[in-house]
Each structure stands twice: as structure tokens, then as C-alpha cells.
């Protein structure tokens, strides 16, 4: 995932969001439920018409566009709650555990242990080996006995 911010700044949050969705999901019924699931869940309903260039949207709230819109259907994001507000960040994991339920892989990396036990399987690399591999509860019996 980009870490540049890249919604279309003369688009407002509504337009982003079908634009990217409409191309890589076709159906308008289900392109328009998860419009509203995203604006409701990144809290932007009230900016939902505003130009995304005169947005002041918090470093997090663009990640669901990009998670929505992967080709890949494999998210991948690097450090997302990195230098965001608690509230954003305690949304970010809301997100991504909706998408799991979905059946939806997101590859997280992140130096905050408390955020990797909001995940399903870690893995923990060191001087680029992998060193522990697990759900979270695993990694730690496996350090602390």
C-alpha cells in the first residue's frame, strides 16, 4: 500500500470510494452498501460531499479506500497507526476485523505488540529471518512458558 495519501483530491470521499469500488466490484447494490459501511465506520458521513482536497482527514481514515480498492484482494499496510489518535487507531482494528469476517487477508506490519494481538497469525521477523510464527497466544507461550 502507498503510503502517500491517494484518494483523488477534486473527488469528494463519496465519489473515491464508488470510483474505486464501482471498478473492482461492479455491482452498484453492493457498491452502495459498502459506501456507507466504510463512511460510517471511518466516521467521514458528515464530509461524505466534501472535496477530499479540503478534507483535513486523519493519516488513518484513507487506509479503508485502499484496503476496499487492492487488486490483490491481499491488503497490505505498513506501520498504518503510526502517528494517528487513539480513536482512529482503536477504528483501524474494527476495520480490519470486519474484513477478516469477510474472509478478507490483511497483511499488517507494525512494531506495537499490543496491535499484533488483534491478529489471527503473526509472524515475527528479525535481521530479516523469521524467528517465531503463530497465532498471537502461541507467540507468547512460546516465550513465556
Known amino acids: 500500500m502507498s503510503q502517500k495519501f491517494s484518494l483523488y483530491e477534486d473527488l469528494n470521499p463519496y465519489e473515491n470510494l464508488r470510483f474505486y469500488l ?9 457498491v452502495e452498501e459498502r459506501i456507507a459501511w466504510v463512511l460510517d ?3 467521514l458521513q458528515d464530509v461524505r460531499h466534501r472535496q477530499t482536497g479540503n478534507c483535513r482527514l486523519a493519516g488513518g ?3 479503508p479506500w485502499a484496503a476496499l480498492s487492492s487488486p490483490a484482494g491481499y491488503p497490505l499496510s505498513d506501520e498504518p497507526t503510526s502517528g ?7 477504528n483501524f ?19 506495537y505488540m499490543d496491535e499484533a494481538r488483534h491478529c489471527g497469525r503473526i509472524v515475527m ?12 497466544a502461541e507467540i507468547i507461550h512460546q516465550a513465556c512458558p
Do not use: C, Y
Open 22 to 30: 464501482g471498478i473492482l466490484h461492479g455491482a452498484a447494490g453492493t
Open 41 to 43: 465506520m471511518t466516521r
Open 61 to 63: 481514515s484513507g487506509w
Open 84 to 90: 494517528v489518535d487513539p480513536i482512529t487507531r482503536r
Open 93 to 111: 482494528w474494527r476495520f480490519i476485523g470486519q474484513l477478516a469476517t469477510e474472509g478478507i487477508t490483511v497483511f499488517v506490519t507494525t512494531h
Open 125 to 136: 521477523i528479525n535481521e530479516g529471518k523469521i524467528v517465531a510464527t503463530g497465532s498471537p
